[in-house]
């Protein structure tokens, strides 16, 4: 779910124009019990200093104004929360959102999503991640009763296998912006070649993230909340909630993604003009 959207590249290109009461509907306050326009936030935070590390690594002259200003242009933050916010609706579809509501709008869920808003905000600095994963290496293994709990969550919300899949597209949009802006000559099969040749060293980064980033979010709970937690997650209502953050996130991410290809592509051949 919204936690663990790990990958830092994401949104739609096209603009979308929509009125404050289009948006006022039970999908709309579920987003926004979740905490998703924080969360977008957050991402468009850490998108601007990716914009930053893309650039010293594949710009000849690194970044420049330019660069920064297509950056800007690319995370813009209305446009990716409209992104999120219209495939989230349309995959959530007539699903039962009231138990969700219920729970996400309670003390416990909105301790929740603090919680969550506050381990993804810390864990852009490099050392406190690199903290959070040591804490899960130390735990796996053993038979902690938190670890546990959290495999368990992990499990029946498949997030390590559905954020492998993003972060593996999302990369291969990126491949396919390059490509599309001159800077690559590859067919289809040469990026799926390249992009699934990562397939195992990306899933188990991602699993070590996703770990760290859950243990670290939820140690302060009390006992038995992320059973709770994990119980919502197996109802009709919690696996439909799941499935529309992802599609939802997906489609901001692979956006984002081939936005950046083509802007690497694009200021590639302006610096070698």
Not at 103 to 124: D, H, N
Not at 243 to 265: E, H, P, Q, T
Request: glycine share 8%.
């Amino acid at each position: 779910m919204i936690r663990t959207m790990m990958a830092t590249a994401a949104t739609g290109i096209a603009v979308l124009s929509w009125s404050v009461s289009a948006w006022a509907t039970p999908a709309n306050d579920l987003l926004n019990a979740l905490g998703v326009p924080e969360i977008v936030e957050i991402m468009r935070d850490e998108g601007m200093e990716y914009g930053d590390t893309l650039a010293a690594d594949m710009l000849p002259g690194g970044a420049t104004g330019g660069w920064n200003a297509t950056v800007e242009r690319i995370y813009d933050e209305e446009r990716m929360l409209a992104t999120v916010r219209e495939v989230f609706t349309e995959q959530l579809g007539d699903a039962d959102t009231d138990p969700l509501l219920e729970f996400f709008t309670s003390e416990t869920g909105q301790q929740i999503v603090s919680l969550e808003l506050s381990a993804r905000s810390a864990m852009r600095d490099e050392e406190i991640e690199e903290a959070a994963r040591a804490a899960f290496r130390d735990l796996e293994g053993t038979d902690s009763e938190e670890l546990e709990a959290i495999s368990d969550f992990v499990d029946t919300n498949d997030l390590v296998e559905a954020n492998l899949v993003g972060s593996l597209n999302a990369n291969y949009m990126f491949y396919l912006g390059l490509v599309d802006g001159g800077a690559l000559q590859m067919s289809e099969a040469d990026i799926l070649t390249e992009v699934w040749g990562s397939e195992e060293e990306t899933r188990a980064d991602t699993r070590e993230w996703v770990y760290a980033f859950l243990l670290m979010a939820y140690r302060p709970l009390e006992d038995g909340v992320v059973d709770d937690y994990t119980e919502l997650s197996r109802t009709d209502p919690g696996r439909a909630l799941n499935r529309a953050l992802f599609a939802g996130f997906n489609k901001m991410y692979d956006d984002i993604s081939y936005a950046l290809g083509l802007a690497v592509a694009r200021q590639m051949q302006v610096q070698e003009l």
